[in-house]
């Protein structure tokens, strides 16, 4: 059994997985760049150490101050939470050579899903539905063909990376040289690769996920779909489970898809099956080899809590329950705040001079921040996750409209007003929106 974790990350998910490893009573280490000296994770782990200087390569992306950090602490496993080595299977390697528990996948998976391209080939033979695309890199001589193959539009991506960059849309013939050129450098610049390949582009697609567990013994699990669709520039900001768009049959039947893929690939540990939906079908994305920053709303719908089971399956324990005696209840939603603009969305970096967190039943924030606080200029502008529960969508509603009243953080803007907007949207009150749908929304209210 594990017995001390290193929490290789900061903000709310540190917090996150730290409370975890409470439950569990395992020790706990926390990290920190000289930023984060104050960070309540820091002030709650059982041990702390200083990685190194604000930026993010020199601290939370130093693998060997993470490594030194372990041998330093005695921690026998790492929880890499999400963002910064999550998803780094030389990271997963070099903690395994060095006898310490990569609490996640296998780095062999981590590459397979990290390659849009072989992604996208495995998701196939694993008998997940695909969109129709190019069957591996696309250069500037051969993107004409593939296009006319496909059939316009087409959308252009690139294969390492994502988070929209390196992403470009081309509606015919006479947009697609400049859509591959753009896509490659912008993959370039980002992800240090400038490969990209095509796909189909969808006019009005939702984004489902499908939340998977494996043991990496032949053991998977689904615990059902999110909707993602309201997004900004490929950013997630509001996610639902189960998705309005769905119904049981179309839910349990892309899940067990999603599930025996992983049973067939051994799969070890938390995994997102990522979909756009259209017109009754799904197409596959991209997996992500990790814990979402959107888990606690399956987390409330279904009981589970979805660190727990990475631990127990890394310690080997294998999962918690079934696929049988998985129990589906409810509604919800959660919110992704953050420390910026609510109409320019420019980062917002300063001291909270007051915070008050709402409550009741069916009520989570996780957030690592607090009265008093600097949020440092360095880092991802998240801040805190509103996660509300109700045994039905409009009961999930009428709460999240009541607890966004309730929610207070002064002294830095933050992105609340636009969920206090949301909340009276007639689109939004009916599920009627797809992934364009708030961007052509803010586009609109900015005039």
Known sequence: MISKILIANRGEIALRVLRACKELGIATVAVHSTADANAMHVRLADESVCIGPPPSRD??????????????????????????LSENAKFADILDAHGITFIGPTADHIRI???KITAKETAKSLGI?????????????????????????????????????GMKVAKNEEELSEAVSTARSEALAAFGNDAVYMEKYLSKPRHIEVQVVGD??????????????????????????????LNVEQRMKIGEICADAMRKLKYRGAGTIEFLYENGEFFFIEMNTRLQVEHPITEAITGIDLVHEQIRVASG???????????????????????????????????????????????????????????????????GKLIV???TRVECMMRLRRVLDEFVIDGIKTTLPLFQ?????????NGDYDIHWLENYLAKTAE
């Open 59 to 84: 601290s939370y992306l130093n693998i060997h101050q993470i490594v030194a950090a372990c041998e330093i602490t005695g921690a026998d496993a790492v929880h890499p939470g999400y963002g910064f």
């Open 113 to 115: 899903m990290g390659d």
């Open 129 to 165: 539905p695909v969109v129709p695309g190019s069957a591996g890199e696309v250069l500037p001589e051969n993107a004409l063909e593939i296009a006319r193959e496909i059939g316009f539009p087409v959308l252009i991506k690139a294969t390492a990376g994502g988070g929209g960059r």
């Open 216 to 245: 990496g013994e032949g053991n998977a699990i689904h615990l059902g779909e999110r909707d993602c669709s309201l997004q900004r520039r490929h950013q997630k900001v509001w996610e639902e489970a189960n998705s309005p768009a």
């Open 317 to 383: 324990g294998g999962l918690s329950v079934t696929q049988d005696e998985i129990v589906f209840s409810g509604h919800a939603i959660e919110c992704r705040i953050n420390a910026e603009d609510p109409r320019t969305f420019v980062p917002s970096p300063g001291t909270i001079t007051h915070f008050h967190a709402p409550g009741g039943l069916g009520v989570r924030v996780d957030s690592g921040v607090y009265q008093g606080y600097k949020i440092p200029p360095y880092y991802d502008s998240l801040i």
């Open 389 to 391: 529960h109700g045994r």
């Open 421 to 429: 907007d949301l909340i009276n949207n007639q689109d939004i009150a």
